[in-house]
Structure formats: structure tokens, C-alpha cells
């Protein structure tokens, strides 16, 4: 075979480049109308948000009207305002524009105008449950129940555990579970009746606002004043409550644009609890979009590739066209039978490190935070006591690794712990605290920073960390002319293990840490970096989920799937397309033999290290 022409080369890239261009630019420009949902399918890497950002810049909305940007987490929202900002536009991140969550849109903008005051009750939307002090008991939260109508309009009753979503010991315990059960269904009844709802309620509550005829024209009347149109990103991941609401903003008139990918929908979880009224919308998922980007910014072609052959929808192989386009990395098969993790961890540094991807750009993924490798992250919920809890926030806020959402987190359980050092045991959620004590927010992120700052390092002995830490807290509260109610150190029981070692992190020097950032799949959607590997766990006798995955992605869409299964491979697909020029996946030799004769099938170049682990054990033998 002629090398190909350097110039050839050049010039057919600069003509796809147009292409991806052009394609975007006509989502920028796609005309919205009143009542009609425009739907626009995406690949990953496409640049959607980019165009969105793109759209609201050189679309102008009518005098005094806004467009209300939604997406499905606050980094996107933040992702938006930035660029808007760097754009040197930062009147397009404020009113009357809307930038931000789902949640927040429906709260705002469908809720919380029409909700009526009643003795007692305030309403406030929370986040999720575990914001409120009093939906968390024994390391679970009401966010790990399900709650049914029970006759009402709202789900609030009869709750049912989720049984993954709950600490460890509660799974085989079922008299412990029981009285766990017990107890979310009287703090959900007494939270609900003090005005607190979070996710599942604040859907319900809207779509029964929107039934009332007469409410909905008041709705419908605000919401076209206020915006020329609302543009959903990360559409796909609409759970069917959401998709009613979509399609209630339609029959208001409203002009809808939603942008998504449908291979990349990763959280039918949410679609726990089968609504009794209607069917979702036919029209929003099963007719054909009417714009795609196929053409990828971010990946080599040789991920692309791979990318399409976990792909569950018919859509064809996206066309690379970033700055990786045309580099040929192989896809790695690392094997892990009888491997220790430091050795499969040690062969993908090795490889990112010929490639010079430096530390930060490397990725470690997996489905469940239990597969990632251990002492990476930590557990994944803070633990329920006073101690384990700042020590885990610091561990996080302190990792390399940890993802945006770990980390989110962790800066809530921090504050927590400061205001509950200060003024005791708080019983509300923190807006309510600081807003009782006369604390700004801006005033506690300071705080929280400079006790981050001054807490010790996590290699000392937990009792004596407690002890330094207590004084760094009482010493903070001090400045501001504050006697604190916690008035000793936290008890400690494993007096003898240091601090990080007690949340089920690795030593800070650990040689784990050299793999830089690691995330469960949900962790990192809408991110990259330039070297991902993602951790397929060995299938065990009594969990054969992986093995079901393998077989579904080896054999194609031609098989019958779980529902389950369909949304593993998904997950699967997410992971893979974070990667930018290097893409490993760890996983046991049968699994692996599968992908290899897989891979070989559909021509996408790979590399298999049981070849040379082979070869090495034939030199030295
Ligand atoms: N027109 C363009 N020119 C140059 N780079 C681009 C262009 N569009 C997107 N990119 C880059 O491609 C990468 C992927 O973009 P982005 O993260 O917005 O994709 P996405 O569609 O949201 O992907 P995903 O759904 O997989 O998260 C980013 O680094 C972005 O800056």
C-alpha cells in the first residue's frame, strides 16, 4: 500500500472539518416554532453543548424575552454560564435567561409562582432528600426508597427500599430494613407536610398543577412572555415524568428544542415507579430526529469504531474529526485473571505514560463504585458518623481522583460539619441554617475553604486527627466571635489506623493514585480525557452480570435484551467515548478472548497484553 499524500490527507480533513461545521451551524440556526418539539440527535463528542452556547449567542430572543437553557446537572448549567462569560456575553447568563437543571426550570418556573401558602408549611425544593438532616438515618437516606401515590396525587407513600442503593449491612437484614422502612415513611410524611420535596414529588406536583385547565393558561401565559424557547440538553437523559412535562410545554405553545443522544441514556433507574396516568409521548422518542451530528470532536477514529459496536440504535459509525482524528492507538485488552490491580493498573500507566498523557488526563471508569479499584475513591457515600464524615469530605475534597459529583458532595458534608460544630446539630436543611443564623452562603464557601486549607494531612492517627481537627474548627469559629457547641474532639474506636484509612481510601502516597482520576460511569458523563480505562468486573457465581453484558455486546442487537442488560451496554458506551486517544478496558481472559474475537471480526485494530504477558512467561521459562 502508497503512504497517503500528507497534502490528501490534509485537505480530506479540512473537508470534513466543513462538514462538522456546517452540521452544527444548521443546529444553530434551526428554526423553533409555538407548540413544536424539534429534536436533534447527537454523537458523542458532537459539541452539543457548544452549539447550544453557539445558538444562544447569535440567536437573540425578543425584547425582554430570555431562552431558557436546561440540562440535566449544575456542571453543565456552570459550563454554559462560563462560556457565555468568556464569550465576553455575560448578560446571556442572567435574567430573564435561565440556565440550569431540569429541576430548578420545573421549580422555578412551574411550581413554585403557583403554589399555595399554607399555616405551617413552606415549601422548599431540596436537591435531593439527603440535604435534609432528618431524611438520613443509619447511612441511608429517603433517596434509597421508592414512594408510591397511595391515592394521592404525589409520591409520598408506602415506601419501598432500593435495595442496591442501601449501606451494606441493611441488605441482608431484613428485620433492619423493616424498621428502616419504618421510619422513611413517617419522615417522609413529616417532611412533605412541613413543605420539603424533592425530584420524584416535584414532578408530580407539576403535572397536577398542569391538569388544571384554567392554571395551565396562567402557565402557559408567563412562560411565553418570559421566553422564546426552551432548549433541553442531554435530552436522552429525560426520565418519563420529565417527558409528559416536555410534552405539556408543547401543548402550551412553547417552542421546544431538545438536543440529546439515545445511545447515551443511562438512567432508566428513574423510571422506578410506573405512573398510572398517562403513556409518555410517542412523539417524543420514537420518530426519527430531525437534525444529527455525526461527526466527532474528541475521539480517534479507532474509538469511534469501537464505539460502534456497542451501539444499541441503528445509527451509523461517527466520522473523527478533533485533533486525535488520525491517530492510530490500538484499543487495549488488559487482562486481569489471576493479576493483581496493580499490575493491571501499573500496564495502563505505562501506556499512557508512552503516549506522554499526563496523570490528570487519565481516567479509570467503571458501572459500580465497588469495581473501581480500592483506595481510589473511597466509599461512595459518606459514612453516617460525625468523625468518618469530615474525614471523608476531606479525603475527597483533597483526591485527585475524586469526580465532580464525589466532590460536590463532599463540599456539602464540609459545611455540614462546620455549622454543626459551631451551632450544633442541624435539623434543617443548610439554606434554612445559614438563613436562622444569619450567615451568608458566600460567607460559609470562605469558611469552608480555609478549614479545608488548615485541617491536618490524613496520614496521622485518626483520634489525633479528630483532636487537630476540633481545634482547627474552634479556632475558625473564634474569628468570627462564635463559643461553639461541639466542645470535644469526635470520638475515635480504630485509634490505631490513619485518618484516610477509615474511609476506605488509599494511603495519600499510594502508587494507585499515579492512575490519576477515577469515577463511576454516572460520574463522569459529558466529561473526557485523553486516556480512559474502563473496568469490567470478573462475572461470580451469584452475580453473572457481566458475562450477560459480554454476550450482548459480542452478539449484537440480533439478541433479545434485559432491559437491565441494554442499559449496562449503554453505560459501556458512555465509558468508551470519554476517551480522547487511549481506550483500555481491564476484564477477566474469558471475557476478553470474547472482545479479541470480536474486535477482529469488525476490524478495529487492539492490542490483547495476554499476548505478551505469554511471551514474557516463554522467555523465562
Ligand atoms: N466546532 C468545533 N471545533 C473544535 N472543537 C470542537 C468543536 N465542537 C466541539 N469541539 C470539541 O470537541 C470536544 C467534545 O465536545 P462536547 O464535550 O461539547 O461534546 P458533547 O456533544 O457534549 O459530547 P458527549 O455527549 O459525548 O459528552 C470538546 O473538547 C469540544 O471543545
Known amino acids: 500500500m502508497t503512504p497517503r499524500d ?17 452540521a452544527q451551524r444548521a443546529l444553530v440556526n434551526m428554526e423553533t416554532s409555538p407548540g413544536h418539539i424539534v429534536r436533534a440527535e447527537a454523537c458523542p463528542g458532537a459539541g452539543k453543548t457548544r452549539t447550544i452556547v453557539e445558538r444562544h449567542l447569535m440567536c437573540p430572543a425578543g425584547p425582554r424575552q430570555g431562552r431558557a437553557l436546561v440540562s440535566f446537572t449544575k456542571v453543565a448549567g456552570r459550563e454554559i454560564k462560563k462560556r457565555c462569560v468568556d464569550e465576553g456575553r455575560p448578560e446571556l447568563a442572567q435574567f430573564p435567561h435561565f ?29 435531593e432528600w439527603s440535604d435534609h438532616p432528618q431524611a438520613r ?45 419504618l421510619w422513611a415513611a413517617a419522615a417522609m410524611q413529616r417532611l412533605w407536610s412541613q413543605g420539603y420535596l424533592s425530584g420524584d414529588q416535584l414532578r408530580d406536583m407539576a403535572l ?22 426552551i432548549v433541553i440538553d442531554e435530552s436522552q437523559d429525560c426520565s418519563d415524568d420529565d417527558l409528559r412535562i416536555v410534552d405539556m410545554l408543547r401543548e402550551l405553545d412553547m417552542p421546544l428544542l431538545l438536543v440529546g443522544d439515545p445511545d447515551q441514556s443511562i438512567y432508566g433507574f428513574r423510571n422506578l415507579v410506573p405512573l398510572t396516568t398517562t403513556a409518555v409521548p410517542e412523539t417524543l422518542s420514537s420518530t426519527a430526529p430531525d437534525h444529527r451530528l455525526t461527526h466527532n470532536w474528541r475521539s480517534t477514529q479507532v474509538i469511534c469504531d469501537l464505539a460502534h459496536t456497542l451501539r444499541t440504535s441503528n445509527a451509523p459509525c461517527d466520522t473523527a474529526v478533533g485533533p486525535y482524528h488520525a491517530e492510530t492507538t490500538p484499543i487495549l485488552l488488559l487482562p486481569t485473571t489471576g493479576r493483581k490491580e496493580a499490575e493491571w493498573l501499573g500496564d495502563f500507566g505505562a501506556e499512557a505514560e508512552q503516549l506522554s498523557v499526563p496523570q490528570s488526563q487519565r481516567l479509570v471508569v467503571a458501572h459500580g463504585n465497588s469495581t473501581l479499584p480500592k483506595g481510589l475513591t473511597g466509599t461512595r457515600v459518606p459514612p453516617s458518623d460525625q468523625l468518618g464524615r469530615l474525614i471523608w469530605a476531606t479525603a475527597v475534597l483533597r483526591s485527585p481522583g475524586a469526580s465532580t459529583r464525589h466532590q460536590e458532595r463532599a463540599h456539602k458534608v464540609l459545611r455540614e460539619s462546620v455549622l454543626r460544630h459551631w451551632y450544633g446539630q442541624p435539623d434543617t436543611p443548610e439554606p434554612v441554617s445559614l438563613a436562622h443564623h444569619g450567615l451568608s452562603p458566600l460567607e460559609l464557601h470562605v469558611v469552608e475553604q480555609s478549614v479545608l ?14 483532636r487537630a481537627a ?43 493514585l499515579s492512575v490519576g482520576r477515577a469515577s463511576t460511569v454516572h460520574g463522569v458523563k459529558g466529561d473526557q480525557a485523553d486516556a480512559v480505562l474502563v473496568v469490567i468486573p470478573a462475572a461470580i457465581s451469584e452475580d453473572n452480570r457481566s458475562t450477560d453484558l459480554i454476550k450482548a455486546w459480542t452478539e449484537g442487537p440480533v439478541r433479545e435484551l434485559s432491559g437491565e442488560t441494554r442499559e449496562a451496554i449503554r453505560v459501556l458506551y458512555v465509558a468508551a467515548t470519554r ?19 470480536l474486535l477482529t471480526r469488525r476490524g478495529v485494530p487492539f492490542r490483547d497484553l495476554r499476548e505478551s504477558q505469554q511471551e514474557q512467561l516463554r522467555l523465562s521459562g
Open 6 to 22: 500528507p497534502s490528501t490527507a490534509a485537505s480530506a480533513i479540512a473537508i470534513l472539518r466543513a462538514e462538522a461545521a456546517a
Open 99 to 127: 440556565i440550569g437543571t431540569f429541576d430548578a426550570f420545573v421549580w422555578r418556573h412551574l411550581l413554585r409562582p403557583y403554589l399555595l401558602p399554607k399555616p405551617g408549611k413552606t415549601w422548599q425544593r431540596l436537591e
Open 137 to 181: 438515618r443509619d447511612g441511608a437516606s429517603l433517596d434509597d426508597f421508592s414512594f408510591s401515590y397511595g391515592g394521592g396525587v404525589v409520591r409520598i407513600s408506602d415506601p419501598q427500599p432500593i435495595i442496591h442503593r442501601l449501606p451494606h449491612r441493611f441488605r441482608r437484614d431484613e428485620e433492619g430494613r423493616q424498621k428502616l422502612t
Open 208 to 229: 397536577h398543577l398542569l391538569s388544571d385547565v384554567g392554571r395551565r393558561k396562567r402557565i402557559a401565559r408567563v412562560l411565553r412572555t418570559r421566553f422564546c424557547e
Open 453 to 466: 486549607r488548615d485541617l491536618p494531612m490524613l496520614d496521622m492517627h485518626a483520634a489525633e486527627w479528630s
Open 470 to 512: 476540633h481545634r482547627v474548627l474552634t479556632a475558625k469559629a473564634g474569628l468570627l466571635g462564635l463559643a461553639p457547641q461541639v466542645r470535644r474532639a469526635y470520638p475515635c474506636k480504630k485509634n490505631d489506623k490513619a485518618a484516610w484509612r477509615i474511609v476506605g481510601f488509599g494511603a495519600p502516597s499510594s502508587p494507585h
Open 579 to 597: 476517551a480522547r486517544c487511549l481506550l483500555a478496558f481491564a476484564l477477566e481472559d474469558e471475557h476478553l478472548a470474547m472482545i479479541a474475537a
